[in-house]
């Protein structure tokens, strides 16, 4: 069965300093691999996925993720963050074939001014 | 861009009522889904719809929940008798092919069972 770790429940980090958020997945085969992006009370937004190829992802909003099979991971980064980057993040993977995506618990980033 | 859509955004309802949750899939979608979110929790995957079937279904999917294509454009989540633990945010996603990793997300509906 597929499973999510998201070992940091929350982050907090200054504006204007990098961010690297941990994502690791349990799945027999290659997953799909995915990151949503949720403020509070809303929805999720794609942020950006992985299905196969090039192994470093670029996605909206100046994110990037990277995905190493050889670790299990695929950990969410952004160079530079902004206040505006407050919010929830979910990292979910899915069967290529699957009916459904499993979700990580989420990580929180706080942004500190 | 196409876009899936949920109504009500916000509904409150009693205990032991009956609630019905709407979503539009996107139009040419085929695959249909329900996943909740407890507050503070993870989204958790509810069901899987196609084809007038369910495909797949979690242990939270029990008796008192339902679905269905009632028309050609909505997907309806019936909850039979509401309890405390059923206040959650509840998304609906549609995918044009058969793989759920190909869906989309709507906004959802923040359920409040009181």
């Known amino acids: 069965a597929q499973s999510v770790t998201q070992p940091d429940i929350h982050i907090t980090v200054s504006e204007g300093a990098s961010l690297e958020l941990r994502c690791n997945y349990s799945?027999?085969?290659?997953?799909?691999l995915f990151w949503y992006v949720q403020s509070p009370g809303q929805g999720l937004q794609l942020l950006l996925k992985y299905f196969s190829g090039d192994t470093l992802v670029q996605g909206i909003k100046g994110f990037e993720a990277e995905f190493k099979r050889s670790q299990s991971s695929f950990n969410l980064r952004k160079p530079s963050v902004h206040w505006s980057d407050a919010a929830e993040y979910f990292c979910?993977?899915?069967?290529?074939?699957?009916?459904?995506?499993?979700f990580g618990a989420g990580t929180i980033l706080r942004v500190k001014s | 861009e196409p876009e899936v859509t949920q109504t009500p955004s916000h509904q409150v309802t009693q205990m032991g009522q009956e609630v019905i949750l709407r979503c539009v899939p996107i139009s040419n979608h085929l695959y249909f889904y329900w996943y909740r979110q407890i507050l503070g929790q993870k989204v958790e995957f509810l069901v899987s719809?196609?084809?007038?079937?369910?495909?797949?279904k979690s242990e939270i999917f029990d008796d008192q929940f339902s679905v269905e294509r009632p028309d050609g454009s909505n997907f309806t989540l019936k909850i039979r008798s509401t309890k405390l633990e059923d206040s959650a945010m509840y998304f609906c996603?549609?995918?044009?092919?058969?793989?759920?990793?190909?869906?989309?997300f709507g906004p959802g509906t923040r359920l409040t069972v009181t």
């Open positions: 979910a993977v899915g069967a290529p074939d699957g009916n459904k995506l499993v």
């Open positions: 996603a549609s995918s044009e092919r058969r793989q759920a990793v190909q869906s989309y």
């Open positions: 719809f196609y084809n007038n079937e369910i495909s797949e």
């Open positions: 799945y027999g085969a290659t997953p799909y």
